[in-house]
């Protein structure tokens, strides 16, 4: 190898040169992503021009994912192919790469002057404590801005189509997060992050506003969630942690309005984050809106599955005591047992550690950007004790509850709001030998108590929800619709 740089001519690449045969392969290969160089050359020397973006399932061809990719060459005819020369950090306009050895490090693209600690705090001060003119805008942030999904996803759609003038700004980790068509994306930490969360009128989340924030006169943060509880949150955990709480309650000081999902989250919601004296909206979930409405089709060509094919969706939910997601299934053997595709879906917390699953009809979709729509496509759904189950009963089709860790995690790591065994609409297993077993039986063995799930948790899950969130937000003046 006689050279290495970067480019930014045609979208940011790496490339490799050297004498000699050329590669029968160069690779990047992350945890959740891998593009091939294309390769010229005829003998006497070569090149590899490795573009640092790509494009999954269908979707618009995005920058890399923020991460470490191990750039692997493939020798051809035995020639050796030496490392290539150290690239110090480089700007590439939408991220930053740098080269050390067979490793390349990816990060968002982030002026290096803010991306320390102390130019973190020069933006804080400049932004988050001084007076700025209101916006008549929107600032979504879901899951920590590891994607665009969720609640916040389904009422951006609503906003864009009942007041396609208002600003809708995304908050991402990079720019490999795709954003719905009309926002604009502002990757967090960046002077235009800060300056867009502290002017919108309106802030729609899903989870905990992270860093320093302080809500300005005019602004309302409407807190979606993520899902109705089966395991102990918030104030509700085991183990009395005097500054857990004082998180707890500082955290739920900034919200003005919690959407709920049925009458039972909005009670257990209410009393984990001292939320108790205002307004909680009970509107059932905007992310379910599709699985009443839309269709799987997409979504299963998108993952390169038939038609006609058994889809079994794996996803469960993340534990306390570990990064990565559980390992309770083997997918190539579930595959095969089963006659399906298995669809691996780690939660969102595991999607930067842990690698993807692969193997015979196995997909892991655990950075597919929406989960609704891999609910929508698959025939039934194997989890444990993930709020998705009070999502995918909209559907009506066949639940698993593969839980072989269930007095560990009830006993000792959060608890549960309810007995689960008692009432899960369907098989409660140990193993995964059970769970085949329970895949070959009749789930119209689990018919009432199925109903009755669905009359408690999704009784307004209609496919209306976000319209019905949205004219609240519209009617209570949060944002002007022009």
């Known amino acids: 190898m006689t050279d290495a740089r970067f480019t930014a001519d045609g979208g940011a690449a790496l490339v490799l040169s050297g004498d000699g045969p050329r590669p029968a392969s160069v690779e990047l290969v992350g945890r959740r992503a891998r593009v091939t160089a294309a390769l010229t050359g005829r003998g006497k ?25 191990d750039v692997r060459v493939a020798e051809a005819d035995g020639v050796r192919i030496d490392e290539p020369p150290a690239l110090g950090l480089a700007q590439l306009g939408t991220l930053r790469a740098e080269l050390s050895g067979w490793t390349l490090r990816i990060g968002p693209p982030i002026d290096p002057a803010y991306d320390s600690g102390e130019g973190q705090d020069a933006l804080e001060r400049r932004y988050a404590h001084r007076s700025a003119r209101p916006e008549n805008a929107v600032f979504f942030e879901s899951f920590y801005g590891r ?12 906003i864009a189509r009942r007041a396609p ?29 800060w300056r867009a969360r502290g002017s ?26 993520h899902g109705t509880p089966l395991k102990r949150l918030a104030l509700h955990r085991p183990g009395f942690d005097p500054r857990r709480m004082a998180a707890v309650v500082r955290e739920s000081r900034r919200w003005n309005v919690l959407l709920a999902q049925n009458p039972y989250a909005a009670r257990i919601l209410g009393k984990a984050y001292a939320f108790l004296s205002r307004p909680v909206w009970v509107e059932g979930y905007p992310r379910n809106d599709v699985l009443v409405t839309g269709d799987g089709a997409a979504t299963r060509a998108s993952l390169g599955i038939r038609p006609d094919e058994r889809v079994l969706l794996y996803a469960p939910t993340w534990r306390d005591d570990r990064s990565e ?52 496509a698959a025939d039934a759904l194997i989890t444990d004790y993930s709020s998705v189950m009070f999502d995918f009963s909209v559907t009506g089709k066949p639940m698993y509850f593969l839980v072989p860790d269930m007095e560990h995690y009830r006993g000792e790591l ?25 895949l070959g039986d009749d789930p119209g063995v689990h018919a009432g108590r199925y109903a009755e799930w669905r009359q408690k948790f999704n009784a307004r899950d209609d496919g209306r929800a ?9 009617d209570q003046g949060f944002i002007d619709r022009e």
């Not at 691996?344 to 193997?359: M, Y």
């Open 200 to 225: 919108a009128r309106l802030l729609v989340v899903n989870d905990w506003l992270r860093r320093r924030f302080s809500r300005r006169g005019g602004q309302v943060v409407l807190q979606t969630w």
């Open 466 to 474: 976000a319209e019905r969130v949205v004219a609240r937000i519209f």
């Open 45 to 69: 020397t070569w090149k590899a021009v490795l573009p640092l973006r790509a494009s999954r399932w269908d979707g618009p061809v995005l920058p890399l994912p923020s991460g470490e990719y």
């Open 147 to 158: 994607n665009a999904s969720c609640n916040p996803l389904a009422i951006d759609r609503e």
């Open 414 to 438: 959060r608890g549960f709001y309810f007995d689960l065994a008692a009432h899960a609409p369907g098989p409660v297993v140990r193993t995964q030998d059970e769970l085949v077993a329970a």
């Open 325 to 376: 997601m559980v390992d309770f299934v083997d997918p190539v053997t579930l595959a095969a047992a089963a006659d399906a595709v298995v669809l691996v879906r780690g939660h969102s917390r595991t999607l930067q550690p842990g690698k993807d699953a692969e193997g015979p009809r196995v997909v892991d979709v655990t950075g597919f950007p929406d989960t609704s729509l891999l609910l929508l």
């Open 165 to 193: 003038g208002v600003t809708r700004y995304w908050s991402v980790v990079d720019l490999s997060v795709a954003v719905p068509e009309g926002a604009i994306a502002i990757v967090e930490g960046s002077p235009e992050w």
